[in-house]
């Protein structure tokens, strides 16, 4: 996800701005620029600026004879790619005549405001939908001939997510800010400097405490003072104290990197159908909408967790889209001379887009000739590069080995996927897609994390430290979520975990239960009940240990977790899905193992 600084002061600026950049290149980014604001000659303010595509050290080297001299402001973005790809044109601040912008988030509306402000003249020169603001800006500044009013006008024909910083030479000691849907946190010196930041890191040591904007507020800062502003109204914030440890800042107070990631989702989770939702339709305006004429056949193909996204899709593809769905795995896939049929789509799913076994999946795809799409979290990366048509899940970088919100996002992209051929072909009544939209668009909320639930996860896990091992089970999609929850357990607590078909116990694995084995049984209201619930009672009449995942109350259960009464079995899945994380995450805490770099476990498996 991209960072944003901010600074007014006398300080060096580039120092300030590149330092803040670097405690913010944990949250991931593939470009950075900044612009700096002086008045060095004494002869009116000038602004410099500068971007270099890749890591920090590259804006390091381009900006290494610049140096600021006295007070002024400054602005710098680290980028992660969302609209449009990670270049030097692309890269933050983007510019008009006389102002520079900053942003992280997505707006949503920017093809409107676009086009609005090409009829009237304005040319731009990236493809970026943050280009815009600066533009609009400085257009509105044209007749209202007070920056402050053209600023507030321009927040307000937003769409979208948004954290901002303008610099302009019409107000060349301010920064103005705007902050709705993504962190933006403003910091007073002792020597009366400001600092913005997307997060608290790059503020400590510079300031004592900090104010967390809340979405809606905007403002004006200039040496000395913030004035913070919602609904056009000035109002007054209560700064708070920031912690003293960096590293301790960089995870937002969580312990983990994992953890941290697991509370993102229902953010993460805005962003990935942020703009992809209009009047009611699937919009995917990133893929040639071609690409399903004449497909009889999806075949996803990917590994480990990735692979659970791609098994869960294929479900839907089939009851929803009505086209038949294979599921490959990426390294059986690339040596079993596959037959493949030139009326599939391949899709890969990766949350790195560096995975070998996938992108060699892929290139034998593409050599025989069949139309592919990427569904992956890494812009520009090796198999966004190679695949004919991609879809970025916006995760945000994914830090923490056992994947969490990458999950959450590849799902929801796939269902994006279903439902938009569904849309094209027809395979399912206006009514049913609205219902089937109404619920996508619940994810964010299904995915914000009840009060309690993670105390209760906390309490429960001390039950599962001993024991011979775990059965995940679960039907349908559930299926596919149940080996999620095994992998995840597995890949952090180092204790034996298999997830498996409900159906399926009775061929062979209910052998192994009796009260040394824990089994988590995914039962969700909507799908298959009954059936589920039987195959749980078989475990529990075996004296096998059963922790229940389920709405609705479950008397043979050892432990429960209620989750909500839901009416779309996806609400469930996303749901249970937090619970499972967090049941492998406080397991693993208590076994004292390290939770963001598991043994003998890389985050990218780039060689087979
Ligand atoms: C599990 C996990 C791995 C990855 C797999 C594929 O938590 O992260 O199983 O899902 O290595 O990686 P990507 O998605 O980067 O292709």
Known sequence: MCGIVGYIGTKEKKSVILGGLKELEYRGYDSAGLAVMTDNCGCGSDIAYFKAVGKLENLEKKTANFTSKGFGVAIGHTRWATHGKPTEINAHPHFGEYSFVTHNGIIENYKELKEYLEKQGVKFISQTDTEVVVHMFEYLNRSEKDPFIAFEKTIAKLVGSF????????????????KNAVPLIVGKSDEDEIIFSSSDAPLIGLAKEAIYLED???????????????????????????????????????????EKEIYEQSQVASETLMGRIKY??????????QIFDDIDEIVLCACGTSYHAALAASYLFERIAKIRAKVETASEFRYRDPVLNKNS?????????????????????????????????????????????VLLTRAGIEKGVASTKAFATQVLTLWMV?????????????????????????????????DGLHEKIHRMSKHYLHGHGFFFIGRDIFYPLALEGALKLKEISYLHAEGYASGEMKHGPIALVDEGLFTVALLPQNVLYEKTKSNVEEIA??????????????????????????N?????????????????????????????????????????
């Not at 996938?358 to 812009?379: H, M, R, S, Y």
């Not at 009449?541 to 839901?566: C, H, M, N, W």
């Not at 208590?590 to 963001?596: A, F, T």
Request: hydrophobic share 45%; net charge negative; with cysteine.
């Open 163 to 178: 954290a901002i910083l303008i610099i302009t030479k019409a107000a060349p000691d301010k920064i103005f800010f705007a």
């Open 216 to 258: 809606g507020m905007y403002g004006v800062a200039q040496m000395g003072e913030v004035k913070i502003y919602q609904q056009k109204k000035l109002i007054t914030c209560t700064p708070q104290l920031l912690p003293a440890d960096k590293s301790y800042a960089q995870k937002e107070g969580y312990r983990f990197f994992m």
């Open 280 to 289: 009611n339709k699937i919009n995917l305006e990133e893929i040639n909408s």
């Open 345 to 389: 789509l391949f899709v890969v799913i990766s949350q790195s887009g560096e995975t070998a076994d996938t992108l060699e999946a892929l290139k034998i795809a593409k050599n025989a000739g069949l139309k592919t799409l990427a569904i992956c979290n890494v812009d520009n990366s090796s198999i966004v590069r190679l695949a004919g048509n």
């Open 418 to 450: 279903v439902l938009y051929i569904a849309q094209i072909r027809k395979t399912i009544d206006e009514e049913t897609l609205h219902s089937e939209i109404k619920a996508l668009l619940h994810i964010p909320q299904v995915l914000n994390i009840p």
């Open 541 to 566: 009449a075996r004296d096998g240990y059963v922790l229940t995942l389920s709405p609705l109350e479950f008397e043979l259960s050892d432990d429960f977790i209620k989750t909500s009464k839901q």
């Open 568 to 608: 779309h079995a996806m609400s469930e899945f996303f749901e249970m899905m937090v619970a499972l994380q967090l049941l492998a995450l406080e397991i693993s805490i208590r076994l004292g193992n390290d939770v963001d770099m598991p043994r003998n476990l890389a985050k990218s498996v780039t060689v087979e």
